[in-house]
């Protein structure tokens, strides 16, 4: 059998993707404990990948997500100020800025909520939470139940089911979580589209 073999970080695409199949003869099983060893490693090097891309994700999303608050409360409090200065006699400072600021802060927060970012930050952390934990208690349990050496056929199959069961839950986790986005999008630009319709008929 060819053992799966990670990509590093830095070469990994943007996306998450499918490790490839595994080439398993009817051969490799005569060494059992090694085939197995060997599935248990690509199936714990997806999860391991899975975790870390969301981990890298989340660091982007979350300084987009304080860039953008940032800038709103800036501008926020700048565009409440320039009336306030106004107001005290300052000549040199022209009212409709304080209008332009408020306006620019207003599209701050409409464009994190467009994009989802912040909301996306807390999908990434919950994401690549929820696998870690999955992960440990994998390890945990395969260290267990490979203690003793695969020598039937219902051991493989219960250590294989093992294998499929824990593939298959981080891949839950993944579409979930891609699910949720792909909502959250689609609700933001249903209601982007609805109020552009609702100003043309104006």
Not at 59 to 68: G, M
Not at 176 to 188: G, H, I, K
């Amino acid at each position: 059998m060819t053992e799966y073999r990670s990509p590093t970080g830095a070469d990994r695409s943007q996306d998450l993707g499918v490790p490839p199949s595994p080439d398993i003869r009817s051969t490799d099983w005569s060494s059992s404990d090694e085939t197995l060893a060997q599935l248990f490693r690509r199936v714990e090097t997806y999860a391991i990948e899975a975790r870390d891309w969301y981990s890298r994700d989340k660091l982007t999303k979350r300084q987009a997500s304080r860039a953008l608050t940032a800038s709103m409360i800036i501008l926020g409090l700048l565009g409440t100020l320039v009336p306030l200065l106004t107001t005290a006699g300052v000549d040199a400072v022209n009212p409709s800025w304080g209008f332009a600021l408020l306006a620019c802060a207003a599209g701050c927060v409409a464009f994190d909520r467009f994009f989802g970012i912040s909301t996306a930050w807390m999908r990434d952390i919950r994401s690549a939470q929820l696998i870690n934990a999955m992960l440990c208690d994998f390890q945990l349990e395969w260290a267990s139940i490979s203690r003793a050496s695969a020598n039937s056929n219902a051991e493989i199959d219960r250590r294989m089911q093992l294998l499929r069961d824990f593939s298959r839950r981080v891949n839950e986790i993944i579409a979930l979580e891609t699910d949720t986005w792909t909502a959250e999008f689609q609700l933001s630009a249903e209601a982007l589209i609805s109020r552009f319709d609702r100003r043309q008929g104006l």
